[in-house]
């Protein structure tokens, strides 16, 4: 069945960085877009990032634009989200998805807290 682990989630300084993991398996992940998603505490789950398959086009939200970058292997079935320049804002559990916000596909999530 379609597995999506993410890691790489943590306490973090206004400022810093992270780079998010998430490992995929059971479907063939070269043939499908990649998406990370987050949702903040009180607030609904809105899309940040999605990559494409092999050509590896990418797309993102205007909030975190210029700061994120999301890329894939597919050879080693894993997507990441590096993430730079971090604001309090982004402070949000991420999670990992395959085949958007309607699929039943998603990860556990993985906490990110940017704060002094």
């Known amino acids: 069945q379609v597995q999506l682990v993410e890691s790489g989630g943590g306490l973090v300084q206004p400022g810093g960085s992270l780079r998010l993991s998430c490992a995929a398996s059971?479907?063939?992940?070269?043939?499908?877009?990649m998406h990370w998603y987050r949702q903040a505490p009180g607030k609904e789950r809105e899309w940040v990032a999605s990559i494409m398959t092999a050509g590896g086009s990418t797309n993102y939200a205007d909030s975190v634009k210029g700061r994120f970058t999301i890329s894939r292997d597919n050879a080693k079935n894993t997507v990441w989200l590096q993430m730079n320049s971090l604001k309090p804002e982004d402070t949000a559990i991420y999670y990992c998805?395959?085949?958007?916000?309607?699929?039943?596909?998603w990860g556990q999530g993985t906490q990110v807290t940017v704060s002094s």
């Open positions: 059971g479907f063939s992940f070269g043939y499908f877009a």
């Open positions: 998805n395959v085949g958007g916000a309607g699929s039943a596909y």
